[in-house]
């Protein structure tokens, strides 16, 4: 009698003990997703996504590519309107499209590392993160580019291994604080994006924006529309490593 007044206590101990673990486990995923995707906040190394100054200084950043189409218009928005911009360039790309990766090099332009394969980096050894990165410099300073060449994560994507690897090789990570593509929604027009970054953008902040693909024609168009309203509202635009400089990062 004795042990089956028991069971039903047992059981609902136990319910309550499989409970309590999946709440743990939701709540530790919870967390960790939100790391992964922070793009302020990294377990190690420096990350930066703005910089503080008083001074109207904004940083252009475009990810991805170099490609065939869109490099060279671009670079001719760009160079037309005298703005150096940075570029986090994937290594592939630029083992496809070497000769777009030197014209951007060539223009004055930063390049960062935006890694090899664009993969994102979750959940893979040290030995991965480095290939990634070190096969990417590699081929940034094959082009040519003697600047410091930063990180960028795909996807902006981070966790415990990539962070541990870059503060152990002494390199930046940089993230962005004004991001109109992922705040807008999908299809938003190239007025919608330029509008998004001119009420958005502070001094010292780091617009991130993707040109590089046939499918950003709209994020393209949108680069002559924040250079002209960002100058009116006093802006200049720096290199990143000019910002970090202004900042003292
Ligand atoms: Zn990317």
Same mark, same amino acid.
């Given at each position: 009698m004795r042990v089956e007044a028991r069971v039903p206590f047992l059981v609902s101990e136990n319910i309550l003990l499989i409970r309590s673990i999946l709440a743990l486990l939701v709540v530790t995923v919870g967390v960790l997703w939100l790391l992964s995707r922070s %793009?302020? =906040?990294? /377990? *190690?190394g420096e990350l930066v996504s703005s910089v503080e100054t008083n001074e109207k200084l904004v940083a252009l950043t475009f990810d991805d590519g170099p490609s065939r189409d869109n490099t060279p218009r671009i670079l001719t928005v760009l160079e037309a309107y005298n703005v150096k911009a940075t570029f986090y360039l994937v290594g592939e790309a630029i083992s496809y499209h070497p000769d777009e990766a030197r014209a951007i090099a060539a223009a004055g332009h930063e390049i960062g590392n #935006?890694? =090899?394969? #664009?993969? $994102?980096? /979750? *959940?893979?050894p040290v030995s991965f993160m480095a290939a990634e990165v070190e096969q990417t410099s590699a081929l940034i300073r094959n082009l040519g580019y003697t600047g410091d060449i930063h990180f960028r994560p795909p996807y902006g994507k981070k966790l415990f291994v990539l962070p541990f690897y870059l503060w152990r090789e002494g390199i930046k990570t940089i993230s962005w604080s004004v991001a109109p593509e992922s705040n807008l %929604? !999908?299809? !938003?027009g190239s007025e919608a994006i330029a509008a998004y970054v001119l009420e958005h953008t502070e001094p010292g902040d780091i617009v991130l924006l993707h040109?590089? *693909? $046939?499918?950003r024609e709209k994020s393209l168009a949108a680069v002559p529309l924040v250079i002209e309203g960002l100058r009116e509202r006093g802006y200049q635009f720096v290199t990143v490593s000019e910002l970090l400089a202004h900042g003292g990062v």
């Amino acid at each position: 009698m004795r042990v089956e007044a028991r069971v039903p206590f047992l059981v609902s101990e136990n319910i309550l003990l499989i409970r309590s673990i999946l709440a743990l486990l939701v709540v530790t995923v919870g967390v960790l997703w939100l790391l992964s995707r922070s %793009p302020d =906040y990294q /377990l *190690f190394g420096e990350l930066v996504s703005s910089v503080e100054t008083n001074e109207k200084l904004v940083a252009l950043t475009f990810d991805d590519g170099p490609s065939r189409d869109n490099t060279p218009r671009i670079l001719t928005v760009l160079e037309a309107y005298n703005v150096k911009a940075t570029f986090y360039l994937v290594g592939e790309a630029i083992s496809y499209h070497p000769d777009e990766a030197r014209a951007i090099a060539a223009a004055g332009h930063e390049i960062g590392n #935006h890694s =090899y394969t #664009h993969s $994102r980096m /979750l *959940f893979k050894p040290v030995s991965f993160m480095a290939a990634e990165v070190e096969q990417t410099s590699a081929l940034i300073r094959n082009l040519g580019y003697t600047g410091d060449i930063h990180f960028r994560p795909p996807y902006g994507k981070k966790l415990f291994v990539l962070p541990f690897y870059l503060w152990r090789e002494g390199i930046k990570t940089i993230s962005w604080s004004v991001a109109p593509e992922s705040n807008l %929604p !999908a299809g !938003a027009g190239s007025e919608a994006i330029a509008a998004y970054v001119l009420e958005h953008t502070e001094p010292g902040d780091i617009v991130l924006l993707h040109v590089m *693909f $046939r499918s950003r024609e709209k994020s393209l168009a949108a680069v002559p529309l924040v250079i002209e309203g960002l100058r009116e509202r006093g802006y200049q635009f720096v290199t990143v490593s000019e910002l970090l400089a202004h900042g003292g990062v």
